[in-house]
């Protein structure tokens, strides 16, 4: 029924590279074109070096560029002569100005609307991909009807629920796709539509249809609940290094009770990604627009919570180390966000290196993924400016250049080190030789396990000093004066 309809995605990013390879895997008969403003990228996306990381998206690019997947920088001229339009760019934090902060900034989104109002001459069905705040399809109706063609633009709100790392499976069998549109014959006529190009893949059953309002809410509210777990246990593990309870032995205690559930209960030294963060703030920050304060209070409290976990962390392992890093070597294992993928945003990473560098500390840095160039950038660009290309003004003092240095695997990193920081779960972090690692070291050596992913017991037995989040503490960490809490 499809046969002829061509889609166009605007960014091909994280979210529009990996969603449109798959929609051109499971539909043969739909022509898709994934096309973005940067030129390297697009470069990259037809290259044999894809711009991100993630596990099988290699195969299925592959199999579909050049047949019916396009890369392209022709946005324009691709826009006008597609049936479906998906906007998938980027929606960060603002910066400055009115809800500085905390609002989503939809700069990018609303130039992205006014190009395809511009360039339209059939009528288009426009699907908000990016994460929104709620409301933003009516502004966008107003923006595409502005110089009204007779052309009818049908909105509709299909956020995106895939998680970095894991990108190609839940794209291949998701929990559900969520079709939010207006509850007129044409905006049904329009959902119907989106509906059939899911439909050639994902059972009818966990294809859910909502109004706008409530599909472009649920993404924000599935994002809230998902940090709130985190942040919920990491509050845990705090209470649990104070008593002595094990954080892992709660959180299984709590997850075998089946209205919790198991999933997403490990504590670690915080979230991180482009997203949970970012969209929390944009809840909180309509929350307060509509007057509801104790609503946004209670969100807000799992940034904070987030926050204070990282900084909990970085004050343990100084307080362990006798209360200084000052010209110690500390060896930081992972900077992604979380394990195989190579992005760096928001990653907890850049919290516990600033944290560690301010405390004068000399870090070796080391990630199967992220590039020396990233790192250095990450570490020296503002809070909330990674996305913002046009603030990339780099400070780059010399202090950065004399403190960090970037290496090529965990070994070199650690050596003469007097401390590990884990950062990310990295399965090859868990299967290092450590008895090499601790005779490299300088004594006494600490082990601090962001991630509670190494055996502590094997690493206390060559010994380590160890600390791992929500553990009974090692009576040497424990027995310090100024422990952090
Ligand atoms: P990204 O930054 O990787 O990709 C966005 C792309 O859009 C960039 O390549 C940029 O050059 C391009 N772009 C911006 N303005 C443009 C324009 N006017 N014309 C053409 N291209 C333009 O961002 P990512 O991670 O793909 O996220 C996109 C949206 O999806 C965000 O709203 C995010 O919140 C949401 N999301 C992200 C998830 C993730 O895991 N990264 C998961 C679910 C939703």
Redesign the pocket.
Known sequence: ANMGVKICC????????PTMAMIALKCPDIEVNV????KP?IAAWNSDELP?YEPGLDEVVKQCRGKNLFFSTE?ERLVAEADIVFV????PTKTSGLGAGKAADLT?WE??AR?IADVSKSDKIVVE????PVKTAEAIEKILTHNNKGINFQILSN??????GT?IEDLQKPDRVLIGGRETPEGQKAVAALKAVYAHWVPEENILTTNLWSAELS?LAANAFLAQRISSINAMSALCEATGADVSEVAYAVGKDSRIGPKFLNASVGFG???FQ??ILNLVYICECNGLMEVANYWKQVVQINDYQKTRFVRRVVSSMFNTVSGKKVAILGFAFKKDTG?T?ETPAIDVCHGLLGDKALLSIYDPQVTEDQIKRDLSMNKFDW?HPQHLQLQNPTSLTQQVSVVVDAYEATKGAHGICVITEWDEFKNLDYQKIYDNMVKPAFIFDGRNVLNMEELRKIGFITYSIGKPLDPWVKDLPAAAN
Request: proline content about 2%; some cysteine; hydrophobic content about 35%.
């Open positions: 605007i960014g091909a990013g994280y979210v529009g590279g096309v973005d403003i940067s990228r991100i946005v998938s760019v980027n929606t990018y130039s992205a190009m991909k990016s994460t929104v956020p995106e629920f895939l998680a970095e990108a993404k990604g482009s997203c970012k969209d992005d945003r996305d």
